[in-house]
């Protein structure tokens, strides 16, 4: 299946601070959807993209998805302490009759007070 | 609509035990797909399954695991002989099946925390 890839696996940031993630193919995807889990939690659904070029916004988080549909960025405008998890991005591999989530390492986001 | 249940949230093995992992997808969806998470990694694809069939294993050991999803009931992932390495979280999802171009949220559970001793 297609890889998505998610690197660094770590990053801690200043509160208020912008923050920015990637999620990368060597191939071009038909989607790309974005997880958050919290400490002890369990992944929750943020969004899904499917158009090259794609903008959605919620709240403080923009997701972006590239032009080439091969990348996918997740920013965070001034950083808050409740945006502490770890961000998975996502493939769904549709293959007419099924659906299958590839997920990339995630990134763990820190914020210092 | 209750969200995805699983159960139990916690189970402690001594090794050579059984382990039984329960999942109830959320009503009206037809797809289960099991996760096992070791703690400071991501999410390891184990197997998909839709009512009475196995769709997808890639993700299982050949040896030990097993999934099913009857038809009546919860879905159940099952780990004979447990060994301290099979200690992780393991999460359930469900999505629906619409017709369509694809690109299912996939709606997790909170988890069942496995400890083997």
């Known amino acids: 299946g297609q890889q998505v890839m998610q690197i660094p696996q770590y990053q801690h940031v200043q509160e208020g601070e912008d923050f920015t993630t990637y999620c990368n193919s060597s191939t071009t995807l038909s989607n790309i959807q974005w997880y958050k889990q919290r400490p002890g939690g369990h992944p929750v659904f943020l969004i899904q993209?499917?158009?090259?070029?794609e903008v959605k916004k919620q709240k403080r988080l923009t997701f972006q998805f590239g032009e080439a549909k091969k990348n996918s960025s997740l920013h965070i405008t001034a950083t808050q302490t409740t945006d502490v998890g770890t961000y998975f991005c996502?493939?769904?591999?549709?293959?007419?009759?099924?659906?299958?989530?590839?997920f990339g390492k995630g990134i763990t986001l820190s914020v210092r007070p | 609509n209750a969200g995805v249940m699983q159960n139990p949230r916690h189970l402690v093995r001594r090794r050579g035990q059984e382990a039984r992992l329960r999942c109830s997808p959320m009503k009206g969806h037809s797809h289960v797909y099991w996760y096992r998470q070791l703690p400071e990694e991501g999410l390891k694809f184990m197997v998909y399954l839709q009512k009475e069939n196995i769709i997808d294993e890639s993700g299982m050991p050949k040896e030990r695991f097993s999934a099913e999803f009857p038809k009546e009931g919860p879905s159940i992932l099952r780990i004979q002989q447990v060994v301290r390495g099979d200690s992780a979280a393991y999460f359930c999802?469900?999505?629906?099946?619409?017709?369509?171009?694809?690109?299912?949220?996939?709606?997790f559970g909170p988890g069942t925390r496995l400890t083997v001793t």
């Open positions: 993209l499917v158009k090259s070029g």
């Open positions: 996502a493939h769904d591999n549709y293959t007419g009759a099924n659906s299958k989530l590839t």
């Open positions: 999802a469900s999505s629906p099946f619409l017709s369509g171009a694809g690109g299912y949220e996939q709606y």
